[in-house]
């Protein structure tokens, strides 16, 4: 009788056990979840005036642009009100003469040259900032928004480059090597994230002045994006402790040392791995390698 009370108990407290695992569990995943999510929004405020002058400078000449053209209205209609005096008098020819001083008057000429190039330079501003949106949205989209899917990376990575562009053209000569990929599974913001943190840090890394190169490969069943500077690399003891939560060579105040961090443990998230590569004076390689499909789980 005793036995069997013990056992009982037993069963009693393991499956409290079971309970309170299952608790700790979602609370962890809820913690990781808004940890990424701070993190995400955290790099999108330090680029923040970037990325309003991405957006202002489009802006800008697609506002210059809708005064020429509202100038250029005013003239054509000019022209046009020309036009209809001419068809509406006795002898359309005898006013050649305006029409032609009219149409020099108004630089027409230049107009008719000059329109279409204005046109095409407002539209292209326009797509600009729209493409600038639409990244946004997408790199800020919070893991529940998101399910696993079949993506192209590139795509990925050409639309993280366009958010922090203006935070590496001033000191970054970028060199862009695309292999072919195959669709990828993956939560594609997180792996923008990835690319944004490595990113950023080989901007940082090479200083005044560097390259930075980007490829990517297929090996089989693994694809993988590479991210090259040509800063001054990273000491042993540094390469060894970069992926630690809260480790941060920067000075106090400017890094949260969870960039790295978390890109690893969202490259960890998809069955994949973090390769560094890092030589005093010769810069420091990341390759991130991912698995082309997810593996099916057991059961």
Sequence with gaps: ????????????????????????????????????????LAS????????????NNPIGYVHSNLGSLQEYLHSLFAL????????????????????????????IDFISRDLPQLMTESREGIERVTRIVRDLKDFSRSE?????????LHAGLESTLNIIWNE???????????????????????????????????GKAIGERGTIRVET????????VEIADSGPGMPAEVQQRI??????????????????SISYGIVTKHHGRIDVDSRIGEGSRFRIVLPVRQPVPAG
């Design 1 to 40: 009788m005793v036995l069997m009370q013990d056992l009982q108990q037993l069963r009693f407290y393991e499956q409290d056990l079971l309970r309170r695992h299952a608790e700790l569990n979602v609370r962890l995943t809820a913690a990781q979840e808004k940890l990424l999510q701070s993190e995400k």
């Design 44 to 55: 999108i405020g330090q680029l923040a005036a970037g990325v309003a002058h991405e957006i």
């Design 80 to 107: 046009i009100d020309a036009y209809e005096r001419a068809l509406r008098s006795p002898d359309p020819r005898a006013m050649i003469p305006e029409i032609d001083q009219t149409r020099s008057r108004l630089d």
């Design 144 to 152: 529940r928004d998101e399910s696993w899917k079949l993506v192209d």
């Design 168 to 202: 590496l053209k001033y000191n970054t000569t970028l060199e862009k090597h695309y292999g072919t990929l195959p669709l990828v599974e993956c939560l594609p913001s997180e792996l923008n994230q990835v690319y944004m943190n490595i990113l950023i840090n080989a």
């Design 217 to 224: 490969g297929h090996d089989g069943d693994e694809v993988w």
């Design 243 to 260: 992926f630690d939560p809260f480790f941060t060579t920067k000075p106090v105040g400017k890094g949260t040392g969870l960039g790295l």
